[in-house]
């Protein structure tokens, strides 16, 4: 384990009724990531998010997390751990800054109390709202009432399990912005999806989870080299399909074609070389290319090569 690893699990392992939720995991974060947590449904990331959070006991297995190891020292551990739970319940009748009171006092954190309130609700830009009732707020503004209350003590490392599912794509987008300063503030960050694509973009770190077990953990460069087999590479052409598919066919180190918007995707695996010979005989085939770049694309194509097949 590193001096620099904020959470550090060995074997870490949960049972229900003799069935392995978590079945077993290595696991190494250093404090500043932004670690995506992915898996499909059932894979056992909430559980793991719980024992880390030091709110279910491990089976088996060691879990040190900001240096403290779970069962042993759990309230030193919640005291660094601001953990989003995937449902939470909120009073619906106080208004937002009344929510967060409550909680503040329920956690008895020390004074003062309306300075702290002030700068989380400025935090995830709630103050506007603060004194409407929680029920007239949106899907969103609650995500990020919930997140408040998580930050209200200051935590080291934020645990947000699925903070993202049911918004709508504008409300994604400012849940997004909110980690992006959440993490420039030099918070880890944990954030757990089954759906990869939504996280991709301002993570540093993957960690891919099936059936209880780790499949991948290392940066998204990795996780995009590992999903290997060459680059993603695309192409837009102006006119015509014309001789495209063809040319591209002839290429040995094509393939995977696909229809993309305004011209083809394909995997690429020759080197830069090799991809400027290809962009000639287009042009030379009389191909009218726009561009001609990497897909910036998607870990997700990766993610899904990178699980076990159903029944493997
Ligand atoms: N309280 C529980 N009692 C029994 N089984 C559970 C309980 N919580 C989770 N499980 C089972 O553990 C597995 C992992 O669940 P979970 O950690 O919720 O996965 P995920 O968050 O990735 O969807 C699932 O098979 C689930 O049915
Ligand atoms: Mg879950």
């Excluded at 870490?12 to 404090?31: F, K, P, Q």
């Excluded at 700068?119 to 995830?124: A, G, I, T």
């Excluded at 001789?243 to 305004?262: H, Y």
Aim: proline share 4%; glycine share 10%.
């Amino acid at each position: 384990m590193a001096v620099s690893d904020i959470i550090f699990t060995k074997g870490l392992r949960r049972e229900y009724a003799s069935t392995a939720a978590v079945d077993g995991i290595d696991l190494a974060i250093e404090e500043g990531s932004v670690a995506a947590l992915v898996g499909p449904n059932g894979a056992g990331k909430t559980t793991l998010l719980k024992m880390i959070a030091a709110l279910l006991e491990p089976t088996s297995g060691l879990a040190m997390v900001a240096g403290h190891e779970v069962s042993e020292n759990a309230r030193a551990v919640h005291a660094a751990v601001g953990y989003l739970p995937d449902f939470f319940g909120l009073y619906e009748e106080l208004t937002a800054r009344q929510c967060l009171r409550y909680f503040h006092l329920a956690y008895r954190l020390p004074e003062p109390v309306d300075r702290r309130i002030e700068e989380v609700l400025e935090l995830v830009a709630l103050r506007d709202a603060a004194d409407r009732p929680i029920e007239s707020l949106s899907r969103g503004m609650r995500q990020r009432l919930g997140l408040a209350r998580t930050l209200l003590h200051d935590p080291r490392l934020l645990l947000l399990d699925e903070p993202a599912s049911g918004l709508d794509p504008g409300a994604r987008r400012e849940l997004q912005d909110l980690l992006r300063r959440l993490a420039s503030m030099g918070k880890t960050i944990v954030v757990s999806s089954h759906i990869l694509t939504e996280l991709e973009d301002y993570c540093s770190h993957v960690v891919m989870l099936d059936r209880g077990r780790l499949v991948f953990s290392g940066t998204v460069a990795e996780a995009r080299r590992r999903a290997g087999g060459g680059r993603r590479l695309r192409l837009r052409v102006a006119g015509a399909a014309g001789p495209v598919p063809a040319l591209l066919a002839a290429d040995p180190a094509v393939s995977e074609v696909a229809a993309a918007p305004g011209g083809w995707a394909f995997r690429f695996s020759g080197d830069e070389e090799s991809a400027a010979r290809l962009l000639r005989s287009l042009v030379e085939g009389g191909v009218r290319a726009s561009s001609f770049a990497d897909d910036s694309g998607s870990i997700a194509d990766g993610y899904l090569k990178l699980m076990p097949k159903e029944g493997a």
